[in-house]
Structure formats: structure tokens, C-alpha cells
């Protein structure tokens, strides 16, 4: 069964940068890019980006180059993201989403979510 | 990027009713379109990718049509389970993006 299991919610200060992951089982995790994706509270979804682990490729959105920072780990079949510089407009839920190789694909398992809240 | 307009925003029906949700393209995204269900508590699912081609799992009342600019989502004799938010997601280019969801009701 494929899972990805994602770390627990966080609150971080304005400021600060914060790492969450995705941990990947069922499936093998260099055989597939992993995607991540923001969800503000009521609001819509936007991609982030997506790292090849194999081969440790990223792909960004402009919008989230500088904020977000994507690795994968393959010995633990994880994939990270580190989120820097942190605001309130940071403060959503951050899926990971897996796809197959390649521009023209789809995400056919997601992860649980990460809510991250920035505040004083 | 490409801007994907989705309607209508809110939608109430009764079980066993057919819905249709749009989603309209700001270019050709020739047939790369998916559409994903999201319910509080549980993963985002994927329905439907590639305009039409049902995901493993998916039930057949879901049916996706279109290509170019505008497509389709309908679900015939809406079953209870159904009642939910979806969203369509252009994935022929990057950045991939979504339409702004469409909520489905129980009348």
C-alpha cells in the first residue's frame, strides 16, 4: 500500500525557517518525483515544486524560489521541504503528492498535510 | 502560467442527482487535465487525469470530458460519499496549476 506519511503540525515565529518531510512506503521512492503543494486556510492549491530523488533534480514555481527549499533523502525514503524567511502568508497546509516521471503527469497519492502556523 | 477558472464555485444536489463542474484554461492544454476530490480528515484523491481516463479505484458514475481549453467533471446518481470539494489541475506545463474548487453539497 503506498503511503506517504508526513511530519507532525508546526508553530514557527515570523522570521524563522521551518523543515518538514514526507516519508514515502509501498512504492519505490527513486522510481517517482515528489511534489509539494500550499494550501492557504480557505483558499485553493498552489505547487510548489518537485524534486526527482534519483537524481536529486528540482523543478520550482518562481513564486516559491527563495522560499522554499526541496531535498529527499533516499536511505530513509524521504522527501523535505524547508521553508525560509517565514510570514503569515506562510501559515498553510503543505501537502507532498507523488507523480511518475516527466512534465506531463498527475499526483496519484498525496500525503496527509502539514499545517504550518507563523506567529509571535 | 496558465490560469485555470473553475465553476461553478458552490453546487447543492440531492443523492442519487448528476452534477457537471467546469474548468476553462487561459491556453491549450491539450488533454492534460486532472481533477482531485479533497474531504476533511482524508488525502486528496485523484479521479480522473488526462482529461478522461478514470484513476484505479474511481467509481464509473464519475466521467471527465474535454481538451484544449475547457473540460468537464460530471458525476451521475451522486452517491452520499460523494459530497465534497474538487478541484481541477492543469498538468500539461509548469508551473502545474489549480482551479479555485468547487463545493459540493448535500441538498
Known amino acids: 500500500e503506498v503511503k506517504l506519511q508526513q511530519s507532525g503540525d508546526e508553530l514557527v515565529r515570523p522570521g524563522a525557517s521551518v523543515k518538514i518531510s514526507c516519508k514515502a512506503s509501498?512504492?519505490?521512492?527513486?522510481?517517482?518525483?515528489m511534489h509539494w503543494v500550499k494550501q492557504r486556510p480557505g483558499q485553493g492549491l498552489e505547487w510548489i515544486g518537485a524534486?526527482?530523488?534519483?537524481?536529486?533534480?528540482?523543478e520550482y514555481n518562481q513564486k516559491f524560489k527563495g522560499k522554499a527549499t526541496l531535498t529527499a533523502d533516499k536511505s530513509s525514503n524521504t522527501a523535505n521541504m524547508e521553508l525560509s524567511r517565514l510570514t503569515s502568508e506562510d501559515s498553510a497546509v503543505y501537502y507532498c503528492?507523488?507523480?511518475?516521471?516527466?512534465?506531463?503527469?498527475?499526483?496519484?497519492?498525496w500525503g496527509q498535510g502539514v499545517m504550518v502556523t507563523v506567529s509571535s | 502560467d496558465v490560469q485555470m477558472t473553475q465553476s461553478p464555485s458552490n453546487l447543492a444536489a440531492s443523492p442519487g442527482e448528476s452534477v457537471s463542474i467546469n474548468c476553462k484554461a487561459s491556453?491549450?492544454?491539450?488533454?492534460?487535465l486532472a481533477w482531485y476530490q479533497q474531504k476533511p480528515g482524508k488525502a486528496n484523491k485523484l479521479l480522473i487525469y488526462?482529461?478522461?481516463t478514470l484513476q484505479s479505484g474511481t467509481p464509473s458514475r464519475f466521467s471527465g470530458s474535454g481538451s484544449g481549453t475547457d473540460f468537464t467533471l460530471t458525476i451521475r446518481n451522486l452517491e452520499p460519499e460523494d459530497f465534497g470539494l474538487y478541484y481541477c489541475?492543469?498538468?500539461?506545463?509548469?508551473?502545474?496549476?489549480f482551479g479555485s474548487g468547487t463545493k459540493l453539497e448535500i441538498k
Open positions: 524534486i526527482i530523488p534519483i537524481i536529486d533534480t528540482t
Open positions: 489541475q492543469q498538468h500539461n506545463e509548469y508551473p502545474f496549476t
Open positions: 491556453k491549450s492544454i491539450s488533454k492534460y
Open positions: 488526462s482529461g478522461s
Open positions: 509501498g512504492y519505490t521512492f527513486t522510481s517517482y518525483s
Open positions: 503528492a507523488r507523480s511518475r516521471f516527466g512534465v506531463r503527469q498527475y499526483f496519484d497519492y
